[in-house]
């Protein structure tokens, strides 16, 4: 097995197989060599599509030859959440209630995927239901991070996490409710991105909670997570959220300079209290940005010291959605966390749902007004590394902070915003644990921060590092 092919990012593997140096055929069965070798430790995968996908790369480079080319997703080996509906094959997000679920047709974005030539590699753990940050699952067992398996990947797309980080993927698609997709990007050192409500189909998507719901890539570079959006970007008749605003060309200006650009540091909550490690390598992450030219400027976030009373839209969505099997025999096939979540939700005063989307509104009007003056926000993704797998509270910076709560406090605000935002890796710990950087931009401006996510990786490395070979053995 080429180690070096499988290391590549999705851009540089495109290339070579457009150029005919490498096969997607001989790429796919690599995948595959370096699943059999990792994932009996990782756990990353609920199903894997071993002969679908393979026929698919010798389809893929018969085509090629033919002179058919689907874009730079052509003959691609990737791999996607178990949370989009796949035709004929199992969907079972993470629940035992869909544990034998076979949908009759693929989500959009598995549509568009497979349209623009990329392979499916086979579907990934997380959380049951979505309704979680670690992906520590009850039912097709615990996921664990390349960098450390006694650590969680983060959730809730942990299995696609830490499938990209691992080697076993040149691409996944997510989900971000509360952090979802950037979650596990920042804690197993790989980009993600959660683009602006609207802007990618959720149709075929198991909802978690359908006004905060995004979807989304985790992948090794900006690059390459321009390349999957521009694939599964764009308006679908069949979510009526599905924004009509054109697609922009994400490749096309992800080289352009950044030098004229303002970028805004909020300070709270994002930075206190965060462990004093992650807050360096962020802190040296933004420098970096300042040597590329950018404009730094310190700024303050809008209705911050509120966030938290925005916790009834996500629990009252998710019962809604789960009424109906609540109340019926499935109920038993619940988690007890899971079901207990979703009683405390059924129970939330209307009153109290109305009024956080009100708030929810009157923080989305004050933010936009914050970016009249500045490009994008950039920040620490979290402020703790990777978490052990069981722990349920932290000591962050000489403050106990519950798990759930550290994971989500820097990423909630965008989902409840709708706002882009990407998380790149910045720097690692002295356990070399990776540590993320957040980018964040205006709506629909998806173009400018994997722009920024770019420009960074152009003069840093952190992007090439890979989880030590014993963390996999």
Same mark, same amino acid.
């Given at each position: 097995?080429?180690?070096?092919?499988? @290391?590549?990012?999705? &851009?540089?593997?495109?290339?070579?197989?457009?150029?005919?140096?490498?096969?997607?055929?001989?790429?796919?069965?690599?995948?595959?060599?370096?699943?059999?070798?990792?994932?009996?430790?990782?756990?990353?995968?609920?199903?894997?599509?071993?002969?679908?996908?393979?026929?698919?790369? =010798?389809?893929?480079?018969?085509?090629?030859?033919? @002179?058919?080319? /689907?874009?730079?997703?052509?003959?691609?080996?990737?791999?996607?959440?178990? *949370?989009? &509906?796949?035709?004929? *094959?199992?969907?079972?997000?993470?629940?035992?209630?869909?544990? =034998?679920?076979?949908?009759?047709?693929?989500?959009?974005?598995?549509?568009?995927?497979?349209?623009?030539?990329?392979?499916?590699?086979?579907?990934?753990?997380?959380?049951?239901?979505?309704?979680?940050?670690?992906?520590?699952?009850?039912?097709?067992?615990?996921?664990?991070?390349?960098?450390?398996?006694?650590?969680?990947?983060?959730?809730?797309?942990?299995?696609?996490?830490?499938?990209?980080?691992?080697?076993?993927?040149?691409?996944?698609?997510?989900?971000?409710?509360?952090?979802?997709?950037?979650?596990?990007?920042?804690?197993?050192?790989?980009?993600?991105?959660?683009?602006?409500?609207?802007?990618?189909?959720?149709?075929?998507?198991?909802?978690?909670?359908?006004?905060?719901?995004?979807?989304?890539?985790?992948?090794?570079?900006?690059?390459?997570?321009?390349?999957?959006?521009?694939?599964?970007?764009?308006?679908?008749?069949?979510?009526?959220?599905?924004?009509?605003?054109?697609?922009?060309?994400?490749?096309?200006?992800?080289?352009?300079?950044?030098?004229?650009?303002? *970028?805004?540091?909020?300070?709270?909550?994002?930075?206190?209290?965060?462990?004093?490690?992650?807050?360096?390598? &962020?802190?040296?992450?933004?420098?970096?940005?300042?040597?590329?030219?950018?404009?730094?400027?310190?700024?303050?976030?809008?209705? &911050?010291?509120?966030?938290?009373?925005?916790?009834?839209?996500?629990?009252?969505?998710?019962?809604?959605?789960?009424?109906?099997?609540?109340?019926?025999?499935?109920?038993?096939?619940?988690?007890?966390?899971?079901?207990?979540?979703?009683?405390?939700?059924?129970?939330?005063?209307?009153?109290?749902?109305?009024?956080?989307?009100?708030?929810?509104?009157?923080?989305?009007?004050?933010?936009?007004?914050?970016?009249?003056?500045?490009?994008?926000?950039?920040?620490?993704?979290?402020?703790?590394?990777?978490?052990?797998?069981?722990?349920?509270?932290?000591?962050?910076?000489?403050?106990?902070? =519950?798990?759930?709560?550290?994971?989500?406090?820097?990423?909630?605000?965008?989902?409840?915003?709708?706002?882009?935002?990407?998380?790149?890796?910045?720097?690692?710990?002295?356990?070399?644990?990776?540590?993320? /950087?957040?980018?964040?931009?205006?709506?629909?401006?998806?173009?400018?921060?994997?722009?920024?996510?770019?420009?960074?990786?152009?003069?840093?490395?952190?992007?090439?590092?890979?989880?030590?070979?014993?963390?996999?053995?």
């Amino acid at each position: 097995m080429e180690e070096e092919r499988v @290391g590549l990012s999705l &851009a540089e593997l495109s290339r070579r197989i457009h150029s005919g140096e490498v096969a997607s055929l001989h790429a796919t069965e690599e995948i595959f060599e370096t699943i059999a070798h990792k994932d009996d430790t990782l756990n990353s995968f609920v199903t894997l599509l071993r002969d679908q996908a393979l026929q698919a790369s =010798e389809a893929a480079d018969h085509m090629l030859r033919a @002179g058919q080319d /689907l874009g730079p997703l052509h003959g691609v080996p990737i791999n996607v959440k178990d *949370i989009f &509906a796949t035709k004929g *094959i199992r969907t079972t997000a993470g629940s035992k209630i869909l544990g =034998e679920w076979v949908p009759d047709e693929d989500a959009t974005v598995i549509t568009r995927l497979l349209r623009a030539g990329a392979l499916l590699v086979g579907k990934t753990n997380m959380h049951e239901f979505a309704f979680g940050v670690t992906t520590e699952n009850p039912f097709y067992g615990v996921t664990r991070n390349p960098w450390d398996p006694e650590r969680v990947p983060g959730g809730s797309s942990g299995g696609s996490g830490a499938s990209v980080a691992a080697g076993m993927g040149y691409a996944t698609l997510g989900t971000d409710t509360g952090g979802s997709i950037r979650i596990p990007a920042a804690l197993c050192g790989i980009v993600g991105l959660k683009p602006t409500y609207g802007r990618v189909s959720r149709h075929g998507v198991v909802p978690l909670a359908w006004s905060l719901d995004h979807v989304g890539p985790l992948t090794r570079t900006a690059e390459d997570a321009a390349i999957v959006l521009q694939a599964i970007a764009g308006h679908d008749t069949k979510d009526p959220a599905s924004s009509r605003r054109p697609v922009d060309d994400y490749l096309a200006t992800i080289n352009d300079p950044i030098d004229r650009l303002t *970028i805004g540091v909020p300070a709270e909550p994002f930075w206190d209290p965060i462990q004093p490690e992650v807050a360096s390598a &962020a802190r040296a992450g933004i420098d970096v940005l300042k040597g590329l030219g950018v404009t730094v400027v310190e700024v303050e976030f809008p209705w &911050a010291d509120q966030l938290p009373s925005l916790q009834p839209i996500i629990l009252s969505e998710a019962a809604a959605y789960h009424h109906h099997w609540l109340q019926g025999p499935e109920a038993a096939d619940y988690s007890l966390q899971l079901k207990t979540g979703l009683m405390q939700g059924a129970i939330i005063p209307a009153v109290d749902y109305v009024n956080a989307q009100r708030l929810r509104g009157d923080l989305r009007s004050d933010a936009r007004d914050l970016f009249w003056r500045i490009d994008a926000l950039a920040m620490p993704a979290l402020p703790i590394v990777a978490p052990k797998i069981g722990q349920s509270r932290l000591d962050v910076g000489g403050t106990e902070l =519950e798990t759930t709560r550290a994971l989500t406090r820097n990423m909630s605000p965008f989902n409840l915003l709708g706002f882009p935002a990407l998380t790149v890796p910045c720097g690692f710990d002295s356990q070399e644990l990776p540590v993320g /950087l957040q980018i964040a931009g205006r709506p629909f401006e998806e173009n400018l921060i994997l722009r920024i996510g770019h420009a960074y990786q152009q003069v840093t490395d952190w992007h090439k590092w890979r989880p030590p070979g014993d963390a996999t053995a």
